[in-house]
């Protein structure tokens, strides 16, 4: 085989992820900012106000793509223009108070503070999360062998068995920010002995796993067995 270090004998695991993990940028933000605010001791420091408003945005983009799906690079295109025209009024109506009175003075009288407290219990309670999403998905993840689909799931290990052989998969990517974000994406598997698919959305390096699953079922493995030679035939006793 010319496939270089793939090994069609080592199984594959694909495990099935919840959106909510797609919240990492927040989570990596919210550490970031605790460590800041905790150097900015004083709290009528305007730079407290700046990072809080930094944060809140970082939040508010991030709950946008966790909540709406972009399947298209149109799509993705116009998210992009909408949040750089909303920064951008925003940054006119400070730089321009008299334009709009009533607005400058109400983006003026944004002044949001939250310390240090706050952002690292932010970042404890992702981190909760993420640890129980991350023993969970283990207690229901699929494994591709070359000759067979095994489904394990429950707390005790249930397992289900199909085969592999004639296993037809499908890859889809719905939206943009999940294949950004995480590599992510929709996998469709298509046993050959059930009428109905499963379907795994969020699956991380999607493009890696369905290479390989493809590679593993289009390698075809022959075992050869060498038969020993026959033995010479022994003369009769006269």
Known sequence: MSNGDFDPTKPIYLMSYPKIVLLYPTFIASIICGFIALFLEDAANPTQSTLALSFMAILGVNLVV????????TSL???FCIVAFVFGFILLMRQFP????AVSSFFNSLKPHANSTFYFLF???LGIIYLCVFFTVRMDYWEIRSNELLHHHGFLSNLERY???SLRISKEIDDIFEYLLMRSGRLIIHPSSEPRAFVLDNVPFIDGKEARITKMLSALQVT?????PPLPPTNPKS
Do not use: K
Request: glycine share 4%.
């Open 98 to 101: 008299d334009l709009l009175p």
């Open 163 to 165: 085969s592999a052989p």
């Open 77 to 79: 295109t116009l998210f």
């Open 66 to 73: 966790l909540a709406f799906d972009f399947p298209r690079t």
């Open 224 to 228: 050869v067995r060498q038969e020993s």
């Open 123 to 125: 970042a404890g309670v």
